[in-house]
C-alpha cells in the first residue's frame, strides 16, 4: 500500500471519530430522539445503531491506514 493511500486512511478514520461523535452528542440531545416519557424513540434507536457502525468502520479503516505506515516506516528503515 503507498505512503498516500495509507495516509488518506488514517485521515479517514481520524475523521470519522470527529464526525460521529459530534453526531452522537446532538443525536442525545435530540427533540426526535426522545419520547414524551423519556425513552428512547425508534429514531434513536437507528441513529444509534448507524454511530456504532460507523464507529467501528472508521476504526477498522483508520487501523488499516496506520499499519500500512508502519509497514512503510520498516520496509524503509530495512533498506
Given at each position: 500500500m503507498s505512503r498516500g493511500i495509507s495516509v488518506f486512511l488514517l485521515a479517514f478514520g481520524v475523521w470519522s471519530w470527529i464526525i460521529w461523535i459530534t453526531f452522537a452528542r446532538n443525536l442525545w440531545s435530540s427533540d426526535n430522539a426522545w419520547a414524551a416519557d423519556g425513552s428512547p424513540t425508534p429514531f434513536f434507536w437507528?441513529?444509534?445503531?448507524?454511530t456504532i457502525v460507523s464507529f467501528v468502520l472508521?476504526?477498522?479503516?483508520?487501523?488499516?491506514?496506520w499499519r500500512g505506515l508502519r509497514a512503510l516506516r520498516r520496509s524503509s528503515s530495512e533498506s
Amino acid at each position: 500500500m503507498s505512503r498516500g493511500i495509507s495516509v488518506f486512511l488514517l485521515a479517514f478514520g481520524v475523521w470519522s471519530w470527529i464526525i460521529w461523535i459530534t453526531f452522537a452528542r446532538n443525536l442525545w440531545s435530540s427533540d426526535n430522539a426522545w419520547a414524551a416519557d423519556g425513552s428512547p424513540t425508534p429514531f434513536f434507536w437507528v441513529h444509534l445503531a448507524l454511530t456504532i457502525v460507523s464507529f467501528v468502520l472508521g476504526t477498522i479503516i483508520g487501523v488499516i491506514g496506520w499499519r500500512g505506515l508502519r509497514a512503510l516506516r520498516r520496509s524503509s528503515s530495512e533498506s
